[in-house]
């Protein structure tokens, strides 16, 4: 009973991200966006990937944190929801890791309401921690608090 | 299971197809009841009907479909002739299938009814009996006012989507392998027939070929890619002209002539004529006509124009409505049309033609005419305005006041018409896909004009700059662009009520900062010597976006920002630039809402134009002011200047006994102006490198007034000075700043222009090629 599916890593800041590979359609890098005024504050603007729009989600904002400044090294990890692809703004991305969602543990209660929404559990690695995130989560949250 | 949902969705397209052209084919059979042939045509589309449905065991459409193909064929056999109780009992018969069709489509099987009566009719008549009179036996086609779009039509195919027909294009060679020794004969020969020969020939090929069905969604994909196609071609040239290398060079020219021709073909499948709408409407007027009792023609010109088929959609319900109400309001009843000496039976053109990369539509009808005091009346009843106000409104001005929501001049509240629901759905429509509607009315008629564009994936859009970003205005909002010089003041606006505004021309106009309304840095005007001012119009109101600088004029292909920013109004899309830099475009009636100006405007009785003392009495006919050869200042009233446009003289082209210019896809026939006002001037005259002209529509036709120079727009004073002893093409003088300028009488000049040249016809003049 070893479930066990690949999970694409990024970080954001200090923290470690996962989310399953399959949901990610692909990785690019120094992506120019184009900031789109009176946008709710978790959308950074646009980017042109191959001619379609994409819509950036500033993933420091959706997270809570106080800087959300990004450097121009920020990567876009691009995943289609619903029928739409969304670039959610990393700093850094990292390994692929095949893990087994039954040893996924809760989040910390310490974290901000709004990023524990958006974790579906934390895996363990044995020198940080490693969040999984529900792309899901990430962007209807942000309609939710649009409207 | 699969295979049978495509049958079924398969019948259920043929059945709307069918319904269509029996539609059409009913009301053309009442005008002519002994088309024998119409009958055929009838019969076997009812057959076909039964027959299809027969397969899906549908029994109700078997049995009715059976019923009035049974009549019909009495009617066919000439048993029975065909009176206007069995065509309302036809008529009724389609009704009730389509309604059966209805149901078969949401629910996939026949909704239960009882259609006993309808069975009983039709074989009474087919017995040879008549009916017993019922009140109003045909059931009218009678919809609900249209529903405002609920989403910007530019995300495309919102509904299911249906195959629509592309024709395959057929490239038939005329020419055909001739021995060689007469080729060059034979070619000359069949280069002059090759026109008569491509027409001749076009019936046949279509018999060769028979039109796909072709599913929408994916000539959608298909578009896309072509877009991102273009897009990409776009940055290939660029790297193209800087890379040096001939063979690359020659390589992206090619890539380059491909994707341009891709994308035009590309387009043509997204066009439909504008008849696949108006097939509709010979059996709504028919209706319409009988529920009100009156005698109504309708006539169709243009129908093969062809427009965008996204658009196309989105006019349907406009255009019946306006029908709806062409007949209901419009066209009186056949006793008072005859007492006011009108033929008894009231007419409605639809007339449909392309124009400056427009579709103009216009719905004219030989009515009654909008009563204007009426609006006047109502207005001030509804406290829209002031019974001063009213009284010093221009007739464009009363007139828009029927585009308000819920204004009706109707008495009597009728379930066609009258409700006061309508005129301003129509409007926003149109106006949502970046059109606009005006009205002409008289105790002759009235004339609705939409004029809509081409094709919104592509359009013309002014951008401009505001901070370090660049934004896209639509062309459609733009009414002018300023600049204007900081006089005295805060940077030389004026304030109404809290709204900055400057003038224009004698007019207010209030003006938004687009640095505020976007809440982003833009540049300090304060230290700016001059303002730049985008002059927009929509939602009904005519306002100016301060921007830090206009940058220049593109078309776009316009897309969807994505669901995340559909609630920020301010847009409607976004588009890519030849760069590879995202843009946003602008919705400009959404700029306008979401500042607030339109209520701030409202609640304080905004005034347009400025009517203190001295500008009131200037307040009068807007004019161009030009230069001729030998007379300075002469004034053109501004309804007759379409465009203004320079032209290097070495365009001028001579055709029979007009200078013509090939202008768009028309050619302008031109008017040397001064040989109408000064007499006959030695050509030698115009012998410069470029002519200023000031073009006019007039019949749909571009008509050329050769200037010398223009110079401004100005407001003539409403006292006009007439001529004694009267000066050909001058309808008199007036005084402006203190010296003379003469009024151009511009139909007088027209009217001489076509007398001297009665003998052609330039209505069939065309660029070929």
């Not at chain 2, 005006?438 to 919104?456: C, E, F, H, M, Y």
């Not at chain 2, 588009?575 to 209520?599: C, E, K, M, N, P």
Request: with cysteine.
């Amino acid at each position: 009973m070893n479930f066990s599916k690949t999970y694409s890593t990024f970080y954001i800041d200090d923290f470690y991200f996962g989310i399953l590979t399959t949901d990610v359609t692909e990785l690019t890098k120094e992506n120019e966006v184009t900031a789109v005024p009176l946008a709710p504050a978790a959308v950074q603007g646009l980017i042109n990937l191959r001619g379609r729009i994409v819509t950036a989600i500033n993933m420091r904002h959706r997270l809570g944190m106080t800087h959300t400044e990004y450097s121009h090294k920020s990567i876009t990890v691009f995943l289609e929801h619903k029928g739409e692809l969304f670039g959610l703004l990393v700093d850094g991305v990292s390994d692929i890791l095949e893990l087994d969602e039954s040893s996924f543990e809760a989040p910390p209660s310490n974290l901000p309401h709004s990023a524990k929404e958006m974790i579906l559990g934390v895996y363990k690695l044995s020198d940080k921690l490693l969040f999984i995130l529900d792309p899901n989560k990430i962007i209807d949250g942000i309609e939710l608090t649009h409207v | 299971m699969a295979n049978s949902d495509q049958f079924l969705e398969e019948f259920l397209l043929e059945a709307e197809e069918i319904f269509d052209q029996l539609d059409q084919s009913f009301v053309q059979l009442e005008k002519t009841p002994e088309d024998k042939k119409l009958v055929g045509n009838i019969f076997r589309a009812m057959h076909t009907l039964k027959g299809s449905s027969g397969f899906f065991a549908f029994k109700r459409i078997e049995k009715v479909a059976h019923a009035g193909e049974s009549l019909l064929g009495k009617i066919r056999e000439g048993t029975r002739v065909l009176d206007e109780s069995a065509t309302n009992v036809l008529l009724q018969t389609m009704d009730r299938l389509r309604e059966i069709v209805k149901g078969i489509e949401t629910t996939s099987a026949e909704p239960q009814g009882d259609d006993s009566q309808l069975v009983a009719d039709l074989k009474t008549l087919m017995d040879g009996g008549s009916l017993a009179p019922r009140q109003n036996t045909t059931a009218p086609a009678i919809e609900p006012a249209p529903e405002p779009a609920s989403e910007p039509v530019a995300s495309e195919a919102q509904e299911e989507p249906k195959p629509i027909e592309v024709a395959h294009k057929l490239e038939q060679e005329p020419v055909n392998s001739t021995p060689v020794a007469d080729a060059v004969e034979q070619l000359q020969v069949q280069l002059q027939g090759i026109q008569v020969q491509a027409q001749a020939e076009a019936p046949k090929s279509s018999e060769l070929a028979q039109p796909l069905k072709v599913n929408v969604e994916l000539l959608d994909r298909l578009m896309n890619m072509v877009s991102e196609l273009v897009l990409a071609r776009n940055r290939l040239l660029s790297f193209a002209t800087n890379s040096g290398d001939a063979n690359f060079t020659s390589t992206v020219r090619t890539i380059d002539m491909v994707t341009l021709g891709l994308q035009t073909s590309m387009m043509e499948t997204r066009m439909q004529p504008i008849s696949n709408v108006w097939s509709k409407f010979p059996r709504l007027v028919r209706d319409t006509a009988q529920m009100c009792s009156k005698k109504v023609e309708l006539v169709q010109l243009g129908a093969e124009t062809e427009l965008d088929r996204t658009l196309l959609e989105s006019i349907r319900d406009p255009l019946m409505h306006i029908v709806r109400n062409s007949v209901d309001h419009g066209i009186e009843s056949p006793e008072l049309r005859a007492a006011k000496g009108k033929k008894e039976t009231g007419t409605i053109t639809l007339s449909s033609m392309h124009e400056n990369g427009m579709v103009v539509i216009t719905i004219s009808d030989d009515g009654a005419g909008i009563n204007l005091p009426l609006v006047a009346q109502k207005a001030v009843q509804k406290g829209l305005a002031t019974p001063e106000r009213v009284a010093k409104m221009s007739e464009r001005e009363l007139m828009d006041f029927i585009f308000l929501p819920g204004f009706s001049t109707k008495e009597v509240v009728s379930n066609l018409s009258g409700r006061g629901v309508g005129m301003d759905v129509v409007r926003t429509n149109v106006q949502q896909i970046g059109g606009n509607v005006d009205v002409i009315s008289s105790d002759q008629g009235t004339k609705l004009r939409i004029r809509i564009p081409l094709t919104l994936a592509i359009m013309p859009a002014v951008f401009v700059r505001c901070g370090n970003q660049r934004f896209a205005i639509p062309q459609n909002n733009l009414f002018e662009m300023v600049r204007h010089k900081k006089g005295s003041g805060s940077l030389g606006l004026e304030d109404f009520y809290g709204v900055p505004v400057f003038r224009l021309r004698n007019k207010l106009i209030p003006v938004l900062f687009l640095n505020k309304e976007l809440q982003i840095h833009g540049d300090d005007f304060e230290s700016k010597e001059a303002l730049s001012i985008v002059v927009v119009q929509a939602a009904g109101i005519c306002f100016g976006l301060i921007v830090d600088e206009v940058l220049f004029m593109q078309e776009v292909v316009v897309k969807s920002v994505g669901p995340l920013l559909k609630g920020v109004t301010v847009y409607s899309g976004a588009t890519i630039l030849g760069d590879g830099h995202v843009a946003l475009i602008f919705d400009i009636g959404g700029i306008a809402i979401r500042s607030g100006l339109i209520s701030k405007l409202l609640e304080n009785d905004f005034q347009e134009n400025i009517d203190d003392g001295k500008s009131a009495q200037e307040e009068g006919q807007s004019a161009l002011l030009f230069d001729l050869i030998n007379q300075d200042r002469i004034a053109l009233p501004l309804d007759y200047v379409d465009r203004l446009e320079n032209f290097p003289a070495h365009r001028i082209e001579r055709r029979g006994p007009h200078d013509v210019i090939v202008y768009g896809d028309k050619i302008m026939r031109l008017i040397w102006l001064s040989d109408y006002i000064e007499g006959k001037t030695p050509s030698s005259d115009y012998r410069v490198e470029n002519i200023s002209v000031v073009v006019h529509y007039h019949k749909g036709q571009p008509l050329g007034f050769v200037v010398k120079q223009v110079h401004d727009i100005v407001s003539l004073p409403n006292e006009i000075i007439m001529l004694s002893p009267p000066q050909p093409g001058v309808m008199g003088s007036a005084i402006l700043d203190d010296s003379v300028v003469s009024i151009l009488n511009v139909d007088d000049i027209i009217r001489r222009f076509e007398n001297t040249h009665a003998s052609e016809n330039p209505a069939h003049m065309s660029v070929e090629g």
